[in-house]
């Protein structure tokens, strides 16, 4: 007895254990950094997502570790910074996160009872009176019109009465003389309408006629109606306008509407937010859906990702002016030019006086100061007095320049009403005096240096490691 208990026991030790782990590894982990495990499902997904058909620059998986490993150093050092606390950044991640979550929380059930819902709505609305379709004549009457021009109109109206009193037919009348372009093609027939649609002073007549009655003149503020009654009618029921309620629902958006509606249930049931449901919500469609939650966490992260690599890279290059200078005093030779280059301006004049003027004004002032000194001198106001263009120029930039400096010979027009043309600035050789020469290209070069010594400086804080058997059974295994 004692060894059959034993025997049960190793077969379900066994059987556990070759269970647990099949598993284990059907989504194993492929790397861990700063002590949290990445997935191999993870990883392939973010790997396939930037290595895709199209791609110019496709990494091998090997070659891709390294960027993966960097994008989640980054993001560590944002969680280490408290970054996901910002305000700013848990209002956009949130919002993010409701766009894809709201509409998964409406069902064809939801939709149906919003359905059922406009529709209750629409027949309350219209009442005992149902809906009604008229046809009519109108001649129109400005409400300014002089005593005259009314006098004429109400003859004209009172003789189109008489003529349909006597037999004429309304339809082929309402085509030559109405003057409301939409229905007199019809005839002058109307939609069926319910009350309120129209103007009162029509309305309290129209829905006072029986089939077929005609009424008498009719003044409304548009001018005088002649107005015929073609039927009435209840609202169909529900499942006649179902299309077109179900139609309309999805036109007009109506889906977050409802989803909205459906969570502010929840959380008054609840007792807690919007907000709070919104969040369970995403946790359990992402539990369900990995698409789902590869693109929330990738929003999560991409997001914690931008707001870290700005303090460190973008923002902090753009910033460090003596950064700037000092990466471009030891790198100076990378920017050197092939030709030489024009630095100043090329400007038209009106007055032969502001030739020189022009040249006093900014003589002794930094070059990045220019536009401000000129504008404030010459044109302070709506008098435009000159006309400049400010950059470093090369052969065929400027066809002024281009004559005045560098000797081309090329064609020049003058500007209209600018007859006077002259250029300012000297001519570099070699290369950029300074840094603000080329002031994109030092920066953009700039923040790749910062960003290699900041990743080299992470890899050193936190730690990391990768599973390489794993990493051999990516985008490779059943």
Do not use: C
């Not at 070759?18 to 590894?25: C, L």
């Not at 529709?119 to 008229?134: A, H, N, P, W």
């Not at 082929?172 to 649609?197: N, T």
């Not at 990466?327 to 100043?344: D, I, L």
Request: aromatic fraction near 12%; charge should be neutral; avoid cysteine.
């Amino acid at each position: 007895m004692m060894y059959k208990e034993r025997k049960r026991a190793a077969l379900f030790f066994i059987f556990y254990f070759i269970f647990s782990h099949a598993v284990a590894q059907t989504d194993p982990v492929v790397m861990t950094v700063n002590g949290q495990k990445v997935l191999r499902s993870e990883f392939e997904y973010s790997y396939n997502k930037n290595n895709s058909e199209g791609v110019i620059d496709k990494k091998t998986v090997e070659e891709y570790v390294d960027l993966f490993i960097n994008y989640k150093l980054k993001v560590a050092e944002a969680l280490y910074r408290h970054l996901d606390t910002l305000t700013s950044f848990k209002q956009e991640f949130a919002q993010y996160r409701d766009q894809q979550v709201l509409p998964l929380m409406v069902n064809d059930e939801d939709v149906e009872a919003e359905a059922r819902h406009i529709y209750q709505q629409t027949k309350d609305r219209i009442g005992s009176d149902g809906l009604i379709q008229v046809a009519h004549i109108l001649l129109r009457l400005d409400q300014k019109a002089t005593p005259e021009q009314q006098t004429a109109a109400k003859v004209r109206i009172d003789s189109i009465y008489t003529a349909l009193k006597g037999g004429a037919d309304f339809a082929e009348l309402a085509k030559k003389v109405s003057q409301d372009p939409g229905s007199a093609a019809q005839g002058g027939l109307l939609p069926f309408v319910q009350r309120g649609q129209l103007v009162k002073e029509f309305e309290d007549v129209a829905f006072a006629l029986k089939d077929g009655e005609m009424s008498g003149v009719v003044q409304s503020p548009y001018g005088y109606h002649i107005i015929l009654m073609k039927g009435r009618k209840e609202l169909e029921p529900y499942e006649y306008h179902r299309e077109s309620i179900l139609k309309f629902i999805e036109q007009r958006g109506l889906r977050d509407y409802i989803a909205t509606q459906k969570a502010d249930s929840l959380a008054a049931a609840a007792g807690s937010s919007r907000a709070d449901i919104l969040e369970e919500k995403a946790g359990e469609f992402s539990e369900k859906d990995d698409e789902l939650k590869n693109l929330i966490r990738e929003y999560y992260e991409g997001l914690l990702l931008y707001e870290v690599s700005n303090l460190e890279v973008w923002e902090r290059a753009a910033k460090d002016e003596a950064g700037l200078a000092n990466y471009f005093g030891q790198n100076k030779k990378k920017y050197a030019w092939n030709e030489p280059r024009y630095k100043g301006i090329a400007y038209h004049v009106k007055d032969k006086a502001d030739v020189k003027a022009v040249k006093n004004s900014i003589k002794k002032v930094p070059f990045d100061k220019w536009p401000e000194v000129l504008r404030s001198t010459f044109n302070p106001d709506s008098v435009i007095r000159i006309r400049v263009e400010k950059g470093i120029f090369k052969r065929g930039d400027n066809a002024l320049i281009d004559r005045e400096v560098f000797k081309k010979d090329t064609t020049f027009t003058s500007l209209e009403g600018y007859p006077i043309d002259a250029v300012y600035g000297k001519v570099l050789k070699k290369g950029p005096e300074d840094y603000t020469d080329v002031r994109g290209l030092v920066v953009a070069d700039y923040q790749e240096q910062l960003e290699r010594e900041w990743v080299a400086a992470l890899r050193r804080k936190f730690s990391f490691s990768v599973n390489t058997d794993v990493l051999k059974t990516v985008n490779n295994h059943q």
